[in-house]
């Protein structure tokens, strides 16, 4: 692993702002920009840094013609920044008309830190040990129905795993959902909402709600849907006379108060759920399904997991396998892009830009770096043999203050079910060319889903 060359970042006063440049822009007419960021933000980014360099702008939705970096020093000093300095673009993302302006997700300031203060106990430490039985049952009860020899998608096999883990975490579900329960109906709402996010006619409905602060069309009628069963699970758990004595996820937060002793409004409830629900089991299951989507391409890396995994050394095991989802989610990054917006003039190397404005941070154009990471393209597991991830140049759950509350939770699920598939499982690609990333509102996901092909399943 290398090092990027040196690039001065960080807020500066406004006669040193106007010293220096504004980054180049991308001269495209701005719908143009939007339709291909949201739709090849791959093609979008590597074009931009390929005729701009590491820095360059942009025409799109978010007010201020949004800026996109890739050195890890411009990265550090906005995951650092005071956070009145450099707040999340979260409140801003095409995430808000879903999960709404209450959730952890889109809040910023002291709001963010209250909730994520509340929230973070559940997904670190112990917690995670007392999921990791649970994960490896709900692997085993998914790969045993898996038929062999016939093409199957992993993305939405993988969603069945981690929406079970995810629910049990915040609703305190022991074992598999009973059905007529508000949590089962909650579910299945959830997995229709994913399966109908990948369609063509979602994907236009996204674009119509960039920017508002509701949700119009048919994610309007889709949410309604979602938000019946929400309200269901909300009202019974009110009502349970154990409330008070659970330890999961939503009865700590019907039991938490603001400094002004407010409990938490049923709106505020549904926003907080929907997060963790879905951002909690989806990103999770597709990066799985990403790493088996390179794991059948590369036969090398596919063989040394499977051998350390079948041969007997646990340290080794854990090893290889640690290293395996570190370079898939380094090459296929889930979400790969993040923001805060500067309130202050901000230098970027060379350049600088004025206060309020979008400053976003490419985690595809920075994992692709080939002076940290040579051959950058190539997906090599043993690159991180002897290595650990860089705060600042391996970013899947981005950074700071605004880093991923469920990255410790996301991290077990994948160790757990890897090794559960490489140990059980031999697959193959379903067709030999690498699938291609579509995006899903934040998310890069796999375009088939990861077809894969089970040639033998052990007991």
Same mark, same amino acid.
């Given at each position: ?15 040193e702002a106007a010293a220096l440049p504004l980054p180049p822009m991308i001269q495209l007419p701005r719908a143009l920009q939007v339709l291909r960021f949201n739709q090849r933000q791959i093609d979008f980014v590597f074009g931009g840094r390929r005729r701009h360099g590491e820095v360059f702008r942009m025409r799109g939705i978010v007010p201020g013609d949004p800026v996109i970096t890739s050195h890890p020093d411009h990265v550090q000093s906005l995951f ?91 609703f305190g579900i022991d074992g598999e959902l009973k059905r007529g329960t508000p949590e089962h109906g909650l579910r299945r709402a959830i997995k229709g909402l994913v399966q109908a996010s990948t369609w063509k006619t979602a994907q236009l409905a996204e674009l119509m709600n960039i920017g508002r602060e509701e949700p119009v069309g048919i994610t309007k009628a889709g949410l309604e849907l979602l938000d019946r069963p929400t309200y269901a699970v909300i ?21 938490? +108060?603001?400094?002004? *002793?407010? #409990? %938490?409004?049923?709106? @505020?409830? $549904?926003?907080? !759920? ?127 203050? +605004?880093?991923?509350? *469920?990255? #410790? %939770?996301?991290?077990? @699920?994948? $160790?757990?079910? !890897? ?41």
């Amino acid at each position: 692993m290398g090092e990027a060359p040196p690039s001065p970042a960080g807020p500066i006063d406004g006669a040193e702002a106007a010293a220096l440049p504004l980054p180049p822009m991308i001269q495209l007419p701005r719908a143009l920009q939007v339709l291909r960021f949201n739709q090849r933000q791959i093609d979008f980014v590597f074009g931009g840094r390929r005729r701009h360099g590491e820095v360059f702008r942009m025409r799109g939705i978010v007010p201020g013609d949004p800026v996109i970096t890739s050195h890890p020093d411009h990265v550090q000093s906005l995951f650092t920044a005071k956070p009145d300095q450099a707040p999340s673009l979260t409140g801003e993302s095409p995430l808000r008309p879903i999960v709404g302006p209450n959730s952890v997700l889109t809040a910023i300031g002291p709001r963010h830190m209250r909730q994520r203060k509340l929230l973070l106990p559940p997904f670190h430490g112990e917690a995670i040990e007392r999921y990791e039985q649970m994960i490896s049952d709900a692997a085993e009860r998914e790969i045993a129905t898996w038929p062999v020899g016939e093409p199957i998608a992993l993305a939405p096999r993988m969603q069945a795993i981690t929406l079970d883990v995810i629910m049990a975490g915040i609703f305190g579900i022991d074992g598999e959902l009973k059905r007529g329960t508000p949590e089962h109906g909650l579910r299945r709402a959830i997995k229709g909402l994913v399966q109908a996010s990948t369609w063509k006619t979602a994907q236009l409905a996204e674009l119509m709600n960039i920017g508002r602060e509701e949700p119009v069309g048919i994610t309007k009628a889709g949410l309604e849907l979602l938000d019946r069963p929400t309200y269901a699970v909300i009202a019974a758990r009110r009502a349970a006379a154990d409330v008070e004595e659970r330890q999961d996820i939503l009865s700590l937060l019907l039991r938490a +108060r603001t400094e002004d *002793g407010e #409990a %938490l409004t049923d709106h @505020e409830l $549904r926003d907080e !759920l929907l997060t963790l629900v879905l951002a909690g089991h989806e990103t999770t299951a597709n990066s799985l399904a990403w790493t088996w989507e390179r794991l059948v391409r590369t036969p090398a890396a596919y063989e040394r997991l499977r051998d350390a995994v079948r041969g007997g050394d646990a340290e080794l095991s854990a090893t290889v396998v640690e290293q395996t989802i570190t370079e898939a989610m380094r090459s296929r990054p889930v979400i790969p892009i993040i923001g805060r917006r500067v309130k202050v003039p901000w230098r970027l190397g060379e350049y600088a830009v004025p206060a309020d404005t979008p400053v976003t941070m490419s985690i595809l154009l920075i994992h692709h770096r080939e002076d940290v990471y040579p051959d950058p393209f190539a997906f090599r597991p043993e690159r991180w043999e002897g290595h650990k991830p860089g705060t600042y140049t391996w970013i899947p759950f981005g950074g700071g203050i +605004r880093r991923c509350l *469920g990255a #410790a %939770l996301a991290m077990a @699920e994948q $160790r757990v079910v !890897l090794e559960a598939m490489a140990r059980r499982l031999d697959l193959a690609a379903d067709v030999p060319e690498p699938e291609r990333a579509v995006h899903r509102n934040v998310t890069m996901i796999p375009a088939r889903g990861a077809r894969v092909v089970v040639l033998s399943r052990a007991a």
